[in-house]
C-alpha cells in the first residue's frame, strides 16, 4: 500500500502540467510585495570539512564562518547528487534526482523541466525581481536554469570566470539593470573551487610557493590527471599541492563573498537581505582512491556546508540534524513569507520549523553512466545500493564518519533503497538539443569518463 499511495501521489502533477493556472495569473497580475530580499550564494565544489566553522584546521573561510556565527548553519547536510546539473536542479526543485530526472542517462543531457515549479518561479510570481548569474555550462541555454529568470547573466556558462567577475555582474544589475524596487532573488554562481584549481596571487602561495614543481598538475587536462592518478603516477608532493591550490581557490572565493557583503552593507541592503551560502557537491582527494567529482556518492562529495544569515535567520547557531539540499527550497519560502505546496512537500521540510530526526535522505545522479548505485541515510546509517547487481553496504558515520569500514545492510534500509530507486518522476525532461556536443564540453571539464 506504501508504493501505491506514493505512486498515486506523485502522478498527480503530471496530470495538470502545462494548463492554465488562475492562482498563477492573479499573483502575476498583483506583484507588489514585500518582504526580505534574497542572495543565493552555490559555490561549485566545495566540500564541508574544508570550511573553518565545519571544523577544518585551515583559516581559509572567515567570512562563511562570520555568516555562520551571525546567523545559522547546518552541521549535517545531505547532497543529493555528485555534480552539477541534478545538485542545483534539487536546490531550485526541491526534488531529489529521480523525482526531477535533470542529470544525464545514456550519454544524453537532460536539464531542468518547465513544468517544474521551481524557486524562482514561486518568488516571481509574488513580486520578487530574479537574477541568475551562472557560471557553468549545465547552467547555462537549453537547461532550463533561466525559468522564472528577469535576468539571466549567461558569460560564464561559455567560458568560466573568476568570483569577482560574478560579483561585479551582479552589483551592476543591482545598481542599473534592474526594473522596480520592491525585493529580489539573486542567484551568484561560484565556480572557483572546481578543478583545475588556478586561484590569483596571492592564493595560489598561500600553503606551497607558487613555483612549486607540482602546480602543472592543478591544470593539467582532466583525463590526464585521472589517468595519472589511476596509474599510480603522482607523488604525495602532486596530491599534497592539488589540495593546497584547491584551498586558495575557496580562500579567495571566501574573500569576494566578504567583498560582496560589504557592497550590500554600503547600499543599505544588509538588514533586509538572507544570504544563503551552499555548494552543490563536494570534491574527492583520494579518501576512496579517486580525484574530483561526479564518480562516487561518498560524503566528501555529498557533505555539503549550508549558512544562511539575515532575517529569520539571526543567533540561530549550529543545527546538527541531518537534513538535505531538498530543504532549502521549502526554508526560503518560509522565510520569506512565501505560502505554496509543491511536489517538493513530499521530499524537504522548511528549516526554520521543529527538526525532523531520522528522515530517509536519498542521493543518485552521476556524470557518467558508470553509477550504478543509490544511497539512502537515516540518521548516522548511510547505505550503498548497487541496483545492478543487487548489492548493498552500509556505513556508520559516528563511528567512520569518512566511510572507509564498510558493514552489512540492513534489509531495512535496502528496502528504503530500492523504494526511492522506483521512485516515479515528476516530469519526463526532454534530452538537451546538441547533447554530443555539450557531452564533450563536459568531459572537457572532468566529468563523463
Known amino acids: 500500500m506504501r508504493y501505491m499511495a506514493f505512486f498515486l501521489a506523485a502522478l498527480l502533477p503530471l496530470a495538470s502540467c502545462g494548463g492554465p493556472d488562475p492562482e498563477r495569473e492573479a499573483e502575476q497580475a498583483n506583484p507588489e510585495v514585500s518582504g526580505p530580499n534574497v542572495v543565493l550564494l552555490i559555490i561549485d565544489t566545495l566540500r564541508a570539512d574544508h570550511v573553518r566553522c565545519y571544523g577544518y584546521g585551515r583559516d581559509i573561510t572567515p567570512t562563511i564562518d562570520s555568516l555562520a556565527a551571525e546567523g545559522a548553519m547546518w552541521a549535517n547536510v545531505q547532497g543529493q547528487a555528485a555534480w552539477t546539473l541534478p545538485a542545483i536542479a534539487t536546490l531550485y526543485s526541491g526534488l531529489p534526482e529521480r523525482a526531477h530526472l535533470a542529470g544525464m542517462r545514456e550519454g544524453r543531457l537532460y536539464g531542468l523541466d518547465p513544468d517544474l515549479d521551481v524557486l524562482p518561479e514561486l518568488l516571481g510570481r509574488r513580486g520578487w525581481e530574479t537574477a541568475g548569474f551562472y557560471n557553468v555550462p549545465v547552467l547555462g541555454p537549453g537547461y532550463g536554469f533561466d525559468q522564472g529568470m528577469d535576468h539571466v547573466d549567461e558569460q560564464g556558462c561559455r567560458l568560466a570566470v573568476d568570483a569577482d567577475v560574478i560579483n561585479d555582474k551582479f552589483l551592476s544589475w543591482l545598481d542599473g539593470g534592474r526594473e522596480g524596487t520592491g525585493p529580489f532573488l539573486a542567484v551568484l554562481h561560484y565556480f572557483d573551487p572546481h578543478y583545475p584549481y588556478d586561484p590569483p596571487e596571492p592564493y595560489d602561495g598561500l600553503f606551497t610557493p607558487a613555483d612549486h614543481p607540482s602546480t602543472h598538475w592543478a591544470t593539467a587536462p582532466t583525463k590526464m590527471l585521472l589517468n595519472a592518478n589511476r596509474l599510480g603516477r603522482l607523488s604525495e608532493d602532486d596530491y599534497r599541492r592539488l589540495e593546497d591550490l584547491y584551498d586558495g581557490e575557496i580562500a579567495f572565493c571566501d ?54 544569515s ?84 552500509e556505513f556508520d558515520l559516528d563511528a567512520d564518519p569518512m566511510e572507509q569500514d564498510s558493514l552489512p545492510a540492513d534489509s531495512a534500509m535496502i528496502e528504503e533503497a530500492a523504494f526511492y530507486w522506483a521512485t516515479p518522476a515528476e516530469v519526463i525532461p526532454s534530452e538537451v538539443p546538441g547533447t554530443q556536443a555539450r557531452v564533450e564540453t563536459l568531459r572537457d571539464l572532468g566529468y563523463c569518463r
Open 255 to 308: 574573500a569576494e563573498i566578504g567583498k560582496l557583503m560589504s557592497q550590500l552593507r554600503s547600499r543599505g541592503l544588509a538588514e533586509n537581505t538572507i544570504v544563503v551560502v551552499v555548494a552543490d557537491h563536494g570534491e574527492e582527494f583520494r579518501e576512496h582512491g579517486g580525484l574530483l567529482h561526479g564518480f562516487s556518492m561518498h560524503i566528501e562529495e555529498t557533505h555539503v556546508p549550508l549558512v544562511i
Open 310 to 393: 539575515g532575517p529569520g535567520f539571526r543567533g540561530l547557531g549550529v543545527d546538527s540534524t541531518v537534513v538535505a539540499q531538498m530543504d532549502l527550497l521549502p526554508t526560503i519560502l518560509e522565510a520569506a513569507g512565501v505560502e505554496a505546496d509543491g511536489p517538493w512537500s513530499r521530499w524537504g521540510v522548511s528549516l526554520l520549523g521543529e527538526p525532523v530526526p531520522d528522515r530517509v535522505l536519498p542521493s543518485s545522479g552521476f556524470a557518467s553512466d558508470a553509477g550504478g548505485y543509490v544511497t539512502v541515510r537515516v540518521g548516522s546509517r548511510r547505505l550503498f545500493w548497487d541496483y545492478r547487481a543487487d548489492q548493498a553496504v
